[in-house]
């Protein structure tokens, strides 16, 4: 069992950064795949970035490359979303989460665990 907790989201001008955290209890953390995602309202859950468990593959939305950066620390439990050049569109609830699959995936459905959201809130 895995437990994901978001952190570090907020409200932030366009232009700004963020950076989002999402701690996992758990030993097997780092033999997982992680992935954000970001939910916004009346909208359809969609895959932001993918890593895989060594940190050495990383994937992302059209909307967010060049702007986004996911990496992990697995000696800390923990996954971070960089964003930069936030755009109004960004505003979401951004969600991390973790694949027991060998390879990530932008698919959410084969996710596994998944932590509470954190809100992002990006004004014009």
């Known amino acids: 069992q895995v437990q994901l907790v978001e952190s570090g989201g907020g409200l932030v001008q366009a232009g700004g950064s963020l950076r989002l955290s999402c701690v996992a209890s758990?030993?097997?953390?780092?033999?997982?795949?992680m992935g954000w995602f970001r939910q916004a309202p009346g909208k359809e859950r969609e895959s932001v970035a993918t890593?895989?468990?060594?940190?050495?593959?990383?994937y992302y939305a059209d909307s967010v490359k060049g702007r986004f950066t996911i990496s992990r620390d697995n000696a800390k439990n923990t996954v971070y979303l960089q964003m930069t050049s936030l755009k109004p569109e960004d505003t979401a609830v951004y969600y991390c989460?973790?694949?027991?699959?060998?390879?990530?995936?932008?698919?959410?459905?084969?996710?596994?665990?998944w932590g509470q959201g954190t809100q992002v809130t990006v004004s014009s």
């Open positions: 989460a973790a694949t027991t699959r060998s390879t990530p995936t932008m698919t959410a459905v084969l996710y596994d665990y």
């Open positions: 890593i895989s468990w060594s940190g050495g593959n990383t």
């Open positions: 758990g030993r097997t953390f780092s033999t997982y795949p």
